[in-house]
């Protein structure tokens, strides 16, 4: 089975610009959370979304924003590109809605997609 | 606000030698907690995690953590680690039934030599 695949996976972008950033769940995985890692820091929490409605936001400025489609897949976008928004950006999908410690409820992630703001 | 701290930010280690890797976390009320690995040019996969019970917790690849309620702590062991074991740790904790998000610890990069 395929894991989460995100897309592009490498991206060079100038301040100011727009992104959008891809990401496909598991198969069946109905909940899709992203998350940012800067350079030397652990992942931070952006934003999960479940059954195309937001259930949750992280401390992030409104110029990032994401939706997810009926296929669960999802996209982020960033607007008007700052030098600090450079980070590896990480799609995470799960089943349900919470983190449980039933086994066949856990978060995967997908590789990431790597933002270079210039 | 939750937050997790992972004071080691690299560990170097030889082949053979006992690891534990620390990882404290803030935050009065129930947590559950979990441990990451991302080798490198690959994703973050689970190592082990604790909701409750036992707070003895075995996980992948031969690694265990300990859960220590008085002292807010989770840290990661290995009684003998591989060069393979090279990588970079994450902790993290999930404030227990309300915050589905993790918050993640800065992480400590591991280097185990041959």
């Known amino acids: 089975d395929a894991g989460v695949t995100q897309s592009p996976t490498h991206l060079i972008k100038t301040r100011g610009q727009h992104v959008t950033l891809r990401c496909s769940p598991i198969?069946?995985?109905?909940?899709v959370s992203w998350y940012q890692q800067v350079l030397g820091q652990g992942p931070q929490f952006i934003f999960q979304?479940?059954?195309?409605?937001?259930?949750g936001r992280g401390n992030f400025p409104d110029r990032f924003s994401a939706r997810q489609f009926p296929n669960y897949s999802s996209e982020l976008n960033v607007n008007a590109l700052l030098l600090g928004d450079s980070a590896l950006y990480l799609c995470?999908?799960?089943?349900?809605?919470?983190?449980?410690?039933?086994?066949?409820?856990?978060?995967?992630f997908g590789e990431g997609s790597w933002l270079t703001v210039v | 606000a939750q937050s997790v701290s992972q004071h080691n930010h690299h560990v170097i280690l030889s082949e053979a030698a006992s690891l534990e890797l620390g990882c404290n976390y803030s935050?009065?009320?129930?947590?559950?907690l979990f441990w990451y690995v991302q080798y490198p040019g690959q994703h973050l996969q689970l190592l082990l995690k604790?909701?409750?019970?036992?707070?003895l917790v075995k996980g992948i690849k031969g690694f265990e953590a300990e859960f220590i309620k008085s002292k807010f702590s989770f840290n990661l062991r290995k009684p003998s680690v591989q060069w393979s074991d090279t990588a970079e740790y994450f902790c993290?904790?999930?404030?227990?039934?309300?915050?589905?998000?993790?918050?993640f610890g800065s992480g400590t990069q591991l280097t185990v030599l041959p």
């Open positions: 995470a999908s799960s089943f349900s809605l919470s983190i449980t410690g039933h086994s066949g409820n856990t978060i995967y």
């Open positions: 198969s069946g995985h109905k909940s």
């Open positions: 979304y479940y059954e195309k409605e937001e259930r």
């Open positions: 935050y009065g009320g129930t947590v559950n």
């Open positions: 604790y909701f409750s019970g036992d707070p």
């Open positions: 993290a904790v999930k404030v227990s039934g309300s915050a589905r998000q993790l918050t």
